[in-house]
């Protein structure tokens, strides 16, 4: 910083000092923010590196970094790894297939931050044991061995169908085209 004294003592006017600090006051400031300029340049390029390597993943290490979610790639399909676990929950490979495509066309519809996710695969691994339930377990069960009251009524009616039909009273089967 220049001395103001020394700068009286050149010579100069009140005017011409003040235009002096205030070119070397802005000088300070611009040599301040290019040096905050590099260093915020070094520490982004370490955290790129950093994320790049943890997780491989543009799309993952956005939504980590930003704490934000991102919208499912047009292209998404389930990865091998989603498709083992689908497995493993109890869906058949054609399952897995349908529950993909219906998995991808919903999230793909949605709109606003509800269309979201910072990760997909657990959102697929949900969307999974959903479909399990839905699917029951082949015996006409769902997931935890216990039947729906849906299929309970429905076999109850079945039941009361075939006794009012025995006992000859009763009116059609079938009013409604279902069971």
Request: aromatic share 6%.
């Amino acid at each position: 910083m220049m001395d103001v004294r020394v700068l009286r003592a050149g010579g100069l006017s009140d005017a011409e000092i003040v235009k002096i600090l205030e070119l070397e006051q802005q000088e300070r400031a611009a040599a301040r923010r290019e040096t905050n300029r590099k260093s915020q340049q070094k520490h982004r390029a370490r955290k790129r590196v950093m994320d790049d390597v943890l997780t491989g993943d543009d799309d993952l290490r956005r939504a980590r970094r930003g704490g934000r979610g991102t919208r499912l790639p047009d292209d998404w399909a389930p990865s091998l790894a989603d498709q083992d676990r689908a497995l493993a929950i109890g869906l058949s490979e054609a399952q897995i297939q349908t529950e993909g495509e219906k998995f991808r066309d919903y999230w793909r519809a949605r709109v606003g931050a509800r269309a979201t996710s910072t990760n997909w695969s657990l959102n697929w691994n949900n969307w999974c044991r959903n479909a399990m339930e839905r699917y029951g377990n082949g015996h006409g069960h769902g997931i935890n061995g216990k039947r729906s009251a849906i299929e309970i009524a429905g076999e109850l009616a079945d039941e009361i169908r075939a006794r009012e039909s025995a006992a000859g009273i009763g009116g059609p089967a079938d009013l409604f085209g279902g069971r």
